[in-house]
């Protein structure tokens, strides 16, 4: 890819050059090279706006996976978050990515849901803290999650 974009480079430069020289010497300009700089000229801007066209879909997709991971944090733990994600727009959605797109405070709220669903069951802070480890969860403000650290998200 780096040749393909060094020729790409050089080829523009040319174009560039062989643009001012056509100003200067329009007399020895042939019909061929008329048309070779105006295609490329062409080729070029069609490419740039193929890239600006696949940035604002980009941009757009992010945002609706943003606004839809705020809307389902609300209802689903996490892990299924993620996984509606993944299989709504057809890529991978971490912890990490998830964070980021819903923010730490929605996080900490899902949490907080889910250590309350979690300890309706049963199951302990020190076992909530080993499952959250296991799936590599991420902690708050720590590395890992403790028996101290779930519970001060139901305090």
């Known amino acids: 890819m780096a040749d393909q974009g060094g020729f790409l480079a050089a080829a523009d430069e040319a174009v ?10 329009p007399h020895l300009v042939t019909p061929h090279l008329k048309n070779a700089v105006s295609n490329w000229a062409s ?3 069609a490419k740039e706006e193929m890239e600006a066209a696949a940035l604002a879909m980009k941009a757009a997709q992010e945002e609706a996976l943003k606004k839809l991971a705020n809307e389902l944090i609300e209802k689903y733990q996490v892990e299924d978050v ?6 709504k727009f057809s890529l ?8 980021g797109l ?7 709220q899902a949490l907080k849901r889910e250590v309350v669903e979690l300890e309706i069951n049963s ?21 890992r999650w403790t ?5 001060a998200l139901t305090e």
């Open 92 to 99: 991978e959605v971490d912890y990490d990515r998830l964070i």
């Open 123 to 143: 199951i302990s802070p020190e076992q909530m803290a080993d499952l959250w480890n296991s799936l590599g969860k991420p902690a708050l403000g720590d590395e």
């Open 43 to 45: 080729m070029r801007l």
């Open 147 to 151: 028996t101290e650290a779930v519970a």
């Open 16 to 25: 560039v050059h062989l643009q001012r020289v056509m100003g200067l010497y």
């Open 82 to 87: 993620m996984q509606m994600l993944a299989e």
């Open 102 to 108: 819903i923010g730490a405070d929605r996080y900490a």
